[in-house]
């Protein structure tokens, strides 16, 4: 499968939300691609602790398109990626995920016996805090940002969907009995039916700063 050659910065830059789609269908190599590449993002701990739900059957795109209150996105994009986050994975067996940082070298023995311990007290601290849904969903936020990137590498375009009704969602795609499970986003793919201009964004003045909130950002400059 050739894809074209863009930069992380030109998919940053290129990157537009697209709400119209053609109904031509995502190929099933460049959803492989996609979701390889979602997996690949970063997670706290390594837990992993988000999953990816590729829904391409009319049925589901219509439950979808209910549940996001008749948004266009699900009922044209042939795919939708909703992306779940897994608060309570953490205290499920990752036995599997050390084994493989072992083998790859990534890890010491030594490692992931302090890391598999520290993990778990950090969770522990979490679930005290009511913290344990925000991480997974951060974890799977970063994935579906991964996912956005890599479809604009390949031609493809997506929109983050985040007005949806959770309950609905779940019911959807089999989990409306599982409480242990949180809806993250939902990402419709294809091909687009409509050009989208970049609408600017504000002057860096306004968003970044130096050190602390409020103070302005420094500029380097030549003398």
Same mark, same amino acid.
């Given at each position: 499968? /050739?894809?074209?050659?863009?930069?992380?910065?030109?998919?940053?830059?290129?990157?537009?939300?697209?709400?119209?789609?053609?109904?031509?269908?995502?190929?099933?190599?460049?959803?492989?691609?996609?979701?390889?590449?979602?997996?690949?993002?970063?997670?706290?701990?390594?837990?992993?602790?988000?999953?990816?739900?590729?829904? /391409?059957?009319?049925?589901?795109?219509?439950?979808? &398109?209910? &549940?996001?209150? +008749? =948004?266009? =996105?699900?009922?044209? &994009?042939?795919?939708? !990626?909703?992306?779940?986050?897994?608060?309570?994975? #953490?205290?499920?067996?990752?036995?599997?995920?050390?084994?493989?940082?072992? @083998?790859?070298?990534? #890890?010491?023995?030594?490692?992931?016996?302090?890391?598999?311990?520290?993990?778990?007290?950090?969770?522990?601290?979490?679930?005290?805090? +009511? !913290?344990?849904?925000?991480?997974?969903?951060?974890?799977?936020?970063?994935?579906?940002?991964?996912?956005? !990137?890599?479809?604009?590498?390949?031609?493809?375009?997506?929109?983050?969907?985040? $007005?949806?009704?959770? !309950? =609905?969602?779940?019911?959807?795609? $089999?989990? +409306?009995?599982?409480?242990?499970?949180?809806?993250?986003?939902?990402?419709?793919?294809?091909?687009?039916?409509?050009?989208?201009?970049?609408? +600017?964004?504000?002057?860096?003045? @306004?968003?970044?700063?130096?050190?602390?909130?409020?103070?302005?950002?420094?500029?380097?400059? &030549?003398?």
């Amino acid at each position: 499968m /050739t894809h074209p050659t863009m930069s992380v910065a030109e998919a940053i830059l290129t990157r537009r939300t697209v709400r119209h789609y053609r109904p031509d269908p995502v190929p099933a190599a460049a959803l492989d691609r996609l979701v390889a590449l979602a997996i690949e993002a970063p997670t706290s701990w390594n837990l992993q602790d988000r999953s990816i739900v590729a829904v /391409t059957s009319d049925e589901v795109r219509k439950n979808l &398109a209910l &549940a996001t209150g +008749g =948004q266009p =996105q699900p009922q044209e &994009a042939p795919l939708l !990626l909703v992306f779940v986050a897994e608060p309570a994975s #953490w205290r499920d067996d990752h036995s599997d995920v050390h084994e493989q940082a072992l @083998r790859k070298g990534a #890890w010491s023995e030594e490692f992931a016996t302090m890391f598999s311990a520290a993990a778990h007290a950090f969770q522990e601290d979490l679930e005290e805090r +009511g !913290l344990l849904r925000e991480y997974a969903v951060k974890d799977a936020m970063i994935a579906a940002t991964y996912v956005m !990137l890599a479809a604009t590498e390949m031609g493809l375009a997506t929109s983050p969907m985040n $007005g949806w009704d959770e !309950l =609905q969602v779940k019911q959807a795609i $089999g989990i +409306g009995d599982r409480d242990d499970l949180a809806i993250a986003l939902l990402v419709s793919v294809g091909y687009p039916a409509e050009e989208r201009r970049h609408p +600017g964004r504000r002057g860096r003045e @306004r968003n970044v700063f130096h050190e602390s909130y409020g103070s302005p950002g420094k500029t380097a400059r &030549a003398d």
